[in-house]
């Protein structure tokens, strides 16, 4: 027992430290416009929602390909999937430009295979703070893939062309974002970019931020 203690705590340091050169890394990316913090982005989020679930026995790795998602908390056997998404407000980002020029993080399904076959218990985003990789306080929400399915519909963003259909969600702190982004896609992109359901969800900041709260102490969501 005492061995699986100390080699559980020596895991847990090195999460801990891997967690710090991520971040350090992601802030040179900004610093330096050298674009690797959307590369390592999102197993600096992967590190850090383990190291916040650590009570519950986060496995990941190899445990991860086997049961499709990104953490698989071995004592409540619940399946987590993480994305991290960074603050878009510079003038020389171009989805900063085409979402009308207000600060705003996204995040992407692709085709949605993941929350459509239900390969996760729950969806954790992380929306950074500016030119950073940490979120603050209320800006991790916590989603689940029924309600996923049922407010989430596949649009076109612009960026794949005025075609190409994706899962995705975009919010702010800015109240004005979806209207601007609204005004902004029509403008340039001729497409109708509407406010969804979920995204209208997550502007309830302490809703989430009392998910996120039972997550870490429960590794589970007993209320959903």
């Known amino acids: 027992m005492q061995q699986e203690i100390e080699l559980g705590l020596t895991a847990f340091q090195d999460v801990v430290e891997a967690i710090g050169l991520l971040e350090r890394i992601i802030r040179l990316s900004f610093e330096n416009s050298w674009n690797v913090h959307s ?29 499709g998602a990104d953490i698989f908390l071995s004592k409540t056997q619940k399946r987590i999937e993480v994305k991290w998404g960074m603050l878009h407000w510079n003038a020389d980002d171009h989805y900063f430009k085409d979402r009308g020029e207000i ?16 390969r996760f ?17 209320g800006h991790t929400f916590v989603l689940t893939p029924k309600e996923m399915r049922r407010e989430m519909k596949s649009r076109v963003s612009g960026e794949g062309g005025r075609k190409k259909k994706t899962y995705f969600i975009e919010n702010s702190d800015d109240p004005n974002f979806f209207e601007a982004r609204r005004r902004s896609m029509k403008s340039k992109f001729g497409i109708e970019l509407r406010k969804l359901k979920i995204e209208e969800s997550l502007l309830d900041r302490d809703k989430h931020a009392a998910r996120w709260a039972e997550l870490v102490k429960s590794g589970e969501l007993k209320s959903e």
Do not use: I, N
């Open 39 to 67: 590369a390592v982005g999102g197993k600096y989020g992967e590190l850090l929602v383990a190291k916040e679930l650590w009570d519950h026995e986060p496995q990941m790795g190899k445990k991860r390909k086997a049961l």
């Open 103 to 118: 600060p705003f993080w996204g995040w992407g399904f692709s085709a949605g295979r993941q929350f459509l076959k239900d």
């Open 121 to 137: 218990d729950y969806c954790v985003l992380l929306a950074a703070r500016k030119d950073d990789a940490t979120p603050d306080g």
